[in-house]
């Protein structure tokens, strides 16, 4: 099976994008090579996927919209807001979670879930 074990977010503005995922989840951001920025979201022993930001081609500006884990969906959606995202769909409730649609303030869309 192929498992996922990181992600890129391609984007017009990758400095804008670097800091408002940096303010809002608190991910360590390295600084840029080649165009690239390394992302790591936590610490080794925790679950979880590292991954990258790059200046995104003209072909494929933008990148994939990704899902985040956090505590509290409100208060995630409360402070991306406050750093500028939009909201697409706000928070809906499923059997074992709620889930948002945001657009952070580059353009990349991302996803905030909760568990139950």
Not at 29 to 50: C, L, V
């Amino acid at each position: 099976m192929g498992k996922v074990i990181g992600f890129e977010l391609n984007s017009q503005e990758p400095e804008k994008a670097a800091k408002f995922y940096s303010t809002v989840f608190g991910w360590e951001i390295a600084e840029p090579h080649w165009d690239y920025r390394e992302i790591s979201t936590g610490k080794d022993t925790q679950d979880g996927m590292n991954g990258g930001i790059a200046k995104g081609p003209h072909d494929y500006p933008h990148g994939t919209r990704i899902q985040i884990e956090v505590d509290s969906i409100n208060t995630a959606i409360s402070n991306a807001k406050n750093n500028g995202a939009i909201i697409v769909r706000d928070k809906m409730e499923f059997d074992h979670f709620y889930l948002a649609y945001l657009v952070d303030p580059t353009g990349l869309g991302f996803a905030l879930i909760q568990k139950k």
